[in-house]
Nanobody
Framework: QVQLVESGGGLVQPGGSLRLSCAASGGTFSRYAMGWFRQAPGKEREFVAT????????SYAGLVQGRFTISRDNAKSSVYLQMNSLRPADTAVYYC??????????????????WGQGTQVTVSS
């Protein structure tokens, strides 16, 4: 079982930036895909971004394409989400997830078998 711990959430003004981090322990980090999802109050959890085990491939939800960047450092067993040009609609709890059975990018929540506890991101003036 992989344990995931997110950090970096907080309150930011519209147009601002935040960088989320997720540290993993257990398993061979470079062998599995990682993803970020988010859940706003009253809404279902939605896909944000994913990156393959090798970091060669990434995929983004349309709403964040061009504003968010996912990256990973396999030497540090960590994945990151750089969020720029933040909007109030980006307010949500952000979760990192590991797909330990897949090395390629995964965009469906059911493909992930380990989840972090979440970190709150609030975009407001």
């Amino acid at each position: 079982q992989v344990q995931l711990v997110e950090s970096g959430g907080g309150l930011v003004q519209p147009g601002g930036s935040l960088r989320l981090s997720c540290a993993a322990s257990g398993g061979t980090f470079s062998r599995y895909a990682m993803g970020w999802f988010r859940q706003a109050p009253g809404k279902e959890r939605e896909f944000v971004a994913t990156i393959s085990g090798s970091a060669m491939t990434t995929s983004y939800a349309g709403l964040v394409q061009g504003r968010f960047t996912i990256s990973r450092d396999n030497a540090k067993s960590s994945v990151y989400l750089q969020m720029n040009s933040l909007r109030p609609a980006d307010t949500a709890v952000y979760y990192c997830a590991a797909a330990t059975e897949n090395t390629n990018v995964q965009i469906t929540a059911s493909d992930y078998d380990s989840w972090g506890q979440g970190t709150q991101v609030t975009v407001s003036s």
